[in-house]
């Protein structure tokens, strides 16, 4: 496969049997080399997605393509398009997208929440967890901010993980612990010591809470200088100015797709203002009030 229209044309209609999970996986480890020499061409089909219109095997291959290229926050919108799809039984491949909703959901944001949306479907809200408990119980662990007994957890539970194929993610997910404890410290402190660092994100030594430092500074996630003289680190505000050319393009290209959806949505009300049922349902529910009942002045009460 040399192209991203093949990997688009493969996983097109795939079903959420567990035979299309593996067929999905080995599809991705072959296109890997060519989606990364593609990554333009990838993001523009990303912001074509329609959930109401592509298959669950799209949105959740699509979704494993971003957690390869650490596209978290694109990854999470397309795995939770998969786990609130309408469906009337669960089906392997929402099972799979939120396995990894979960680890991704803790990796980006340093936490998860078990409560599914109300326009998730009956059958994902009774039943999704059931089958994917040793995830849960992995956010419960982390979310006690203890390394050390999430370290123990992970551990114990390695082959399941890894049978899932999700071992490497799990083990994305204990880093990220010390990654988002140094980010909350960073919003108590102005200054602190590379030891004061390492005792309060329970690293094993000042030189390991430098590396972490010195990785966050690197990727953007935090803002800091570090003193090799004394071991102090100290913490700056984001100095980003909102007035290069990359950052025009980039609110550009928000506005553009939130005029998107802006039409989308209008396309949508319009729509359901001429459907017979809702028009009825909404008359249903408009019989049960009597307006005349309402006071349209607030009343005054004696004090």
Known sequence: MGSL???????????????????????????????HSESSALS??????????????????????????????????????????PMNVINAIAVEAYK????????????????????????AQRNLKNFC???????????????????????TN???????????LVKQVVSSMYKHNIQRLTQTYLTLSLQDIANTVQLGSPKE????????????EIFATINQKDGMVRFLEDPEQYKTCQMIEHIDSSIQRIMTLSRKLNAMDEQMSFDPLYLTKVGRERQR???????????KFPI
Not at 101 to 110: A, N, Q, R
Request: a negative charge; charged letters at 20%.
């Open 5 to 35: 229209e093949n990997l688009v044309t493969q996983i097109q209609g795939l079903s959420g049997s567990i035979e299309d999970i593996a067929h999905l996986h080995n599809i991705l480890r072959l296109a890997d080399e060519s989606l």
């Open 44 to 85: 523009a089909v990303l912001d074509q997605v329609d959930p109401a219109k592509h298959s669950l095997g799209y949105l959740y291959i699509l979704g494993m393509i971003c957690i390869g290229q650490k596209r978290f926050r694109k990854a999470l919108e397309l795995l939770h398009n998969v786990v609130t799809a």
């Open 100 to 123: 990894k909703y979960i680890l991704v959901s803790l990796i980006h944001y340093g936490q998860f929440s078990t409560s599914l949306p109300k326009y998730a479907s009956s059958a």
């Open 133 to 155: 408990q040793p995830y849960i119980e992995l956010a419960t662990t982390y979310s006690s901010g203890k390394i050390a007994e999430l370290e123990a957890y992970v551990l």
């Open 158 to 168: 390695r082959e399941k993980f890894d049978n899932d194929k999700n071992l490497g």
């Open 209 to 220: 809470a430098e590396m972490h430092v010195l990785q966050m500074i690197q990727d953007g």
């Open 289 to 299: 009030f009597d307006f005349d009942d309402f006071d349209t002045v607030p009343q």
